[in-house]
């Protein structure tokens, strides 16, 4: 059995994440990924089963990286204004800082079998956890996940995606704060 490499893993997924994003889901093969990652087709099969293993594993991996990068971020002291400021901006961020990440899990997002292998809602858990703490404090309204999931992050990834300048965007954020925070805040 054949060691495993982490730095050749990574080569890996991110020859597959290019690969996606230049030629789509069914435009990249194993054989295409392992030329771009400097590694043979056999080699990959060392890390996954098939395509469709690989591309589930890195998508359930990317589509939390968002999340993780928010909840350093966020804490249950701090107040509702804060707490929804914090999560559109380092939502934002986060779209600006891993664009390749972030358009990969969007390119990913929109394939029915990935999407249902892995939910907004599985991939944010940690979050929605802080959303009900919220919730039970009275703080935040008692809407629903989907609804909170929904409303939290599709407008900010929407901005992340337009084009704008950096003052613009900035302006933009700043607005979708306060609209957030008038509807989700008591």
């Given at each position: 059995?054949?060691?495993?490499?982490?730095?050749?893993?990574?080569?890996?997924?991110?020859?597959?994440?290019?690969?996606?994003?230049?030629?789509?889901?069914?435009?990249?093969?194993?054989?295409?990924?392992?030329?771009?990652?400097?590694?043979?087709?056999?080699?990959?099969?060392?890390?996954?089963?098939?395509?469709?293993?690989?591309?589930s594993?890195?998508?359930?991996?990317?589509?939390?990286?968002?999340?993780?990068?928010?909840?350093?971020?966020?804490?249950?002291?701090?107040?509702?204004?804060?707490?929804?400021?914090?999560?559109?901006?380092?939502?934002?961020?986060?779209?600006?800082?891993?664009?390749?990440?972030?358009?990969?899990?969007?390119?990913?997002?929109?394939?029915?079998?990935?999407?249902?292998?892995?939910?907004?809602?599985?991939?944010?858990?940690?979050?929605?956890?802080?959303?009900?703490?919220?919730?039970?404090r009275?703080?935040?309204?008692?809407?629903?996940?989907?609804n909170?999931?929904?409303?939290?992050?599709?407008?900010?990834?929407?901005?992340?995606?337009?084009?704008?300048?950096?003052?613009?965007?900035?302006?933009?954020?700043?607005?979708?704060?306060?609209?957030?925070?008038?509807l989700?805040?008591?």
């Open positions: 059995m054949r060691i495993k490499d982490e730095n050749k893993q990574q080569r890996i997924k991110d020859a597959m994440v290019s690969l996606i994003l230049r030629d789509g889901i069914d435009g990249t093969s194993i054989s295409k990924i392992a030329k771009e990652a400097g590694v043979s087709p056999a080699t990959i099969y060392v890390y996954y089963e098939s395509k469709e293993d690989m591309l594993e890195v998508f359930r991996e990317y589509a939390t990286a968002p999340y993780r990068y928010l909840m350093q971020r966020l804490s249950c002291e701090m107040d509702g204004n804060a707490l929804i400021d914090t999560i559109v901006r380092g939502c934002y961020e986060f779209s600006r800082e891993h664009e390749e990440i972030f358009s990969f899990v969007e390119q990913c997002s929109r394939c029915p079998t990935l999407s249902k292998k892995v939910s907004e809602e599985e991939s944010s858990c940690d979050i929605l956890d802080l959303i009900h703490e919220y919730q039970a009275g703080v935040l309204r008692p809407y629903s996940d989907l909170m999931t929904a409303v939290l992050f599709a407008p900010v990834r929407f901005l992340a995606v337009s084009p704008c300048s950096a003052d613009a965007g900035e302006e933009r954020i700043e607005e979708l704060a306060r609209m957030l925070q008038a989700l805040l008591y």
